[in-house]
């Protein structure tokens, strides 16, 4: 069991940017691997960012050079820098925690982002 807060959505001017950060708490020992989503209106969630307990990342074709996924296992956080912000960035984003084997994941409550032009 884990619990995920997340926080640093807001608006944002485009160009501009911002650091979500998501603690974890809880069985935080199991966290085998953290992800960032994002859903936008009348869109699926999506995968934006992952970052292993280890330090391996993958970023969303459409964020590569933009955002950057960062954790520290010692204070069971991951962070997602966010820079060079575009509209089509605006969604609300997710965080979430799988366990080692993956078979279970967490979700955080999301927060909103907003990018104005």
């Known amino acids: 069991q884990v619990q995920l807060v997340e926080s640093g959505g807001g608006l944002v001017q485009a160009g501009g940017s911002l650091r979500l950060s998501c603690a974890a708490s809880g069985s935080t020992f199991s966290i085998g691997a953290w992800g960032w989503y994002r859903q936008a209106p009348g869109e699926q969630r999506e995968l934006v960012a992952r970052?292993?307990?280890?330090?391996?990342?993958v970023h969303a074709d459409s964020v590569k050079g933009r955002f950057t996924v960062s954790r520290d296992n010692a204070k069971n956080t991951v962070y997602l820098q966010m820079n060079s912000l575009k509209p089509e960035d605006t969604a609300v984003y997710y965080c979430?925690?799988?366990?080692?084997?993956?078979?279970?994941?967490?979700w955080g409550q999301g927060t909103q982002v907003t990018v104005s032009s």
């Open positions: 970052i292993t307990t280890g330090g391996f990342t």
């Open positions: 979430r925690a799988d366990n080692y084997g993956y078979s279970v994941a967490y």
